[in-house]
């Protein structure tokens, strides 16, 4: 509200918050995170691992390996327990079997990124939502 004094500002990923921030304390429920990366269910190994199509170039680098690299916002009951290149392996929370037929391959899981600025950066363009719907589009920007 009042800037006066200062003489410098990190305003970071406040528009975005992620599950970092979260954690932290500067939001404070998941639903406040605005950044989520759409992936599909690729893989069913059971009777514990889905695989899906989210690797650390789409997420963000690996960051938040600590933290299992986000939460599922769709399926709170997964995980995210290690991610390759192209693709990841979810187990449940529980560490227990997973009811594959609640995730058949083809679903799509829905993921809020530990770090929202490094996920956004592995994209050409973030897609804009409104109760469902594509209402926009933003260009990345590239570079420094």
Not at 49 to 67: N, P, R, S, Y
Not at 100 to 110: D, I, Q
Not at 120 to 127: A, D, E, M, R
Request: glycine fraction near 12%.
């Amino acid at each position: 509200r009042d800037l006066e004094g200062v003489t410098e500002m990190h305003p970071g990923n406040y528009i975005f918050y992620d599950t970092a921030q979260l954690a932290v304390g500067s939001c404070d429920t998941v639903e406040d995170v605005a950044v989520r990366i759409a992936t599909r269910v690729v893989g069913h190994y059971p009777p514990s691992t889905l695989l899906i199509d989210m690797g650390w170039t789409a997420q963000g680098g690996g960051q938040g390996k600590e933290v299992f690299y986000g939460e599922f916002t769709n399926a709170p009951d997964l995980r995210v327990r290690q991610l390759k290149q192209e693709a990841g392996e979810v187990e449940s929370r529980e560490g227990g079997a997973i009811d594959f037929s609640k995730y058949p391959v083809g679903s799509v899981l829905m993921f809020a990124p530990y770090h929202s600025c490094a996920a956004g950066h592995c994209h050409q363009s973030l897609k804009v939502m409104a109760d469902g719907k594509l209402v926009g589009e933003l260009e990345v920007a590239k570079g420094w």
